[in-house]
């Protein structure tokens, strides 16, 4: 084996290893110590209620509770002393009591009050509970106002039972649909596994650019250039598959992190657009630094300062707000359109609505072939 060949199986050991392993291992040591930002899962609590016998009323109120789909609740029916003692023990939540004569204090518009204890320590499954028996006896106390209105209008007292009755089980007329707007903006969680896939593809695509300035010292280039076909397909080559390494490593890294944090980025489809756009704009950064650098060292230095720079604004470590003329500037980054885009799909957007972070990544794309093609060729003579 030549020494040739030993320095070419280091280089694509390295960019195995720092391209996929090394981003991989700190989204598994931020998992272990960040965790997901997601909401904390509902726990299961236990709710010890008296109600009295035959009163449907009450036992709609206790029936309330049944109808939870958040998490679960576990309903006992005790007597009324039982009921603050279970909780007091610790071996309920919750404690109920309604008071015996509810439903005919209901019907007739009187006042009616349920005894409700919290235990120890109540967290928010308790609170959300007590919000659902708060809604039905809203809903209960419509009869009170139903009667007081009837009376003052002369109602019948035969009828003003049926009425209170009635105004205590009708279902509304209006319902509310709980809904969520899209901010086109990642969770904490998704914002650092794009964040850390768009610095990384700088460094995986740059890796191209290493191999080439290495072929230019060793002497290959010249042995390629000498052979019958233009030289520009050399730089191509390397770009293409230097292209290729970073939509498959940015992949990998979303795909896995999504996992790991437990998070969702949207359509496949236009998830792949944006990082095919992506790769696409970071690897244009290739073709200036191949034709800056002279050597590996500079080259080197050269990927690591566009990549720190271009990631850190693009929020590869925590996110920056900016406005202004300096705003509009931080928009333009490739890594900052991304994370953009990003957060425009995992909100439910698809490919008509990532028209914006598109068109940035590929005019930085377009922007860094020309800046390319512009610059002198330093290298031309090594």
Known sequence: ???????????????????????????????????????????????????????????????????????????????????????????????????????????QGRPAVVDVTE??????????????????????????????????????????????????????????????????????????????AGLFLLFTVGFGVLGLVAEREQGTMARLRSMPMRPGLIVAAKGLVS?????????????????????????????????LCAVAAATSLMFIIARVARTAEQANVAQSILALVLGVAGGAFFPLGATGLAGRVLDLNPIAAFTRGLGITSGGGGLADIGAPVAIMLGFAVFGLAVSRLVPDRGRDL
């Open 1 to 107: 084996m030549t020494a040739s060949d030993l320095r070419q199986r280091v280089r694509d050991r390295s960019v195995f290893i720092f391209g996929l392993v090394v981003p991989l291992a700190l989204m598994f040591v931020f998992n272990l110590t960040i965790g997901s930002t997601n909401d904390v899962a509902l726990t299961p609590i236990t709710v010890s209620v008296s109600v009295p016998a035959g009163d449907q009323l009450a036992a709609t109120l206790v029936a309330a509770l049944g109808q939870v789909d958040a998490f679960p609740i576990t309903v006992d029916e005790v007597s009324a002393d039982e009921a603050g003692a279970r909780v007091r023990a610790g071996k309920a939540q919750l404690a109920v009591v309604v008071p015996d004569g509810f439903g005919e204090a209901v019907r």
């Open 119 to 196: 235990g120890n320590g109540s967290k928010i499954e308790t609170q959300i509970a007590l919000s659902v028996m708060q809604g039905v006896l809203d809903h209960l106390s419509a009869s009170a106002v139903v009667v007081n209105a009837g009376v003052r209008s002369g109602v019948a007292q035969a009828r003003l039972g049926a009425l209170a009755e009635q105004a205590a089980t009708v279902m509304p007329t209006v319902n509310l649909t709980e809904g969520k707007a899209s901010s086109e903006q990642l969770s904490p969680s998704g914002a650092l596994v794009a964040g850390q």
């Open 243 to 275: 292209y290729i390494l970073g939509v498959v490593a940015t992949t990998v890294l979303l795909t896995v992190g999504s996992r790991f944090f437990d998070v969702s980025f949207g359509s496949p489809a236009a998830v792949a657009v944006l990082v």
